[in-house]
């Protein structure tokens, strides 16, 4: 797992993303994220995600997929799916510690918390796959649609703008922020509070917000992921990945 870390703090697990300066998502990391929350579930009551000061996730390990053929884009893009629902679906508090950068795919990441905590400051958050001209993962869209309501969230996917923390907040996409220097501490004792109830009451109440998405994604994912690799794979679209890989 050395794409990954946990740092235990009493019952809670800090689950910290190692997989570079801009903890980009590829294969590697979807793999040792979903073997870490194997653990975390045996070993923990709650659960903070994390990664780094600079990035928390950059998004899509972009020069890395545009080497899949499509049969291995479609494995990743329903390992990275499936590992996102994991997450949203556990079943203790969890909250994610935005200290850094969230685009794309860390968005994406940090919407599968209870809580999101973001750093004040040039900190940038957002879904930015409408300029690269593929679709938020069907899953992604109906989770943050729940979060932040439909208008605000399809202006939001529309734009594919990033915004600050103060921005974030004012939406709804964020719960609090703080200087980066004390974020991730009070993502801790949220989640250590929480732990504290009885796991199986809390357990309940979670997977009454969290399994009409589940259901709603499992009926029409199928359709769905295709339509993100049809995008994925079109020669426009290619043109646009190929120019963002030059930025990593």
């Not at 629902?85 to 968005?107: E, F, R, S």
């Not at 209870?114 to 900190?123: H, I, N, P, S």
């Not at 600050?164 to 719960?175: F, N, R, S």
Request: charged share 25%; glycine share 8%; aromatic share 8%.
């Amino acid at each position: 797992m050395n794409k990954t870390i946990i740092e235990a703090q009493g019952e809670v697990a800090v689950v910290r993303m190692t997989n570079g300066i801009t903890n980009v998502i590829n294969p590697e990391l979807i793999e040792d994220l979903t073997r870490t929350l194997e653990v975390v579930k045996k070993e923990f009551r709650g659960m903070v995600l994390a990664g780094n000061t600079k990035f928390f996730v950059i998004g899509f390990d972009v020069p890395t997929l545009l080497k899949l053929d499509r049969p291995g884009m479609v494995d990743f893009f329903h390992s990275f799916n499936q590992l996102t629902l994991d997450l949203y679906t556990l079943a203790m508090p969890t909250a994610c510690a935005v200290t850094g950068h969230a685009i794309g795919g860390g968005n994406i990441l940090a919407l599968t918390g209870d809580y999101r905590f973001m750093a004040e400051g040039k900190k940038r958050i957002g879904l930015n796959e409408v300029q690269l001209g593929i679709p938020v993962p069907y899953l992604a869209d109906l989770i943050l649609r729940q979060l932040v309501g439909d208008r605000t969230a399809t202006q939001m996917l529309y734009s594919g703008a990033l915004m600050p923390a103060t921005e974030a907040i004012e939406v709804g996409l964020v719960d609090e922020t703080a200087p980066e220097e004390s974020l991730e501490q009070k993502a801790i004792e949220k989640i250590a509070g929480l732990s504290k109830y009885p796991q199986d009451g809390f357990a309940a109440i979670k997977a009454n917000r969290t399994d009409s998405i589940r259901a709603s994604y499992q009926a029409g994912f199928e359709k769905k992921n295709a339509q993100f690799i049809d995008c994925w794979f079109s020669k426009d679209v290619q043109a646009l990945l190929f120019k963002a890989a030059e930025k990593f």
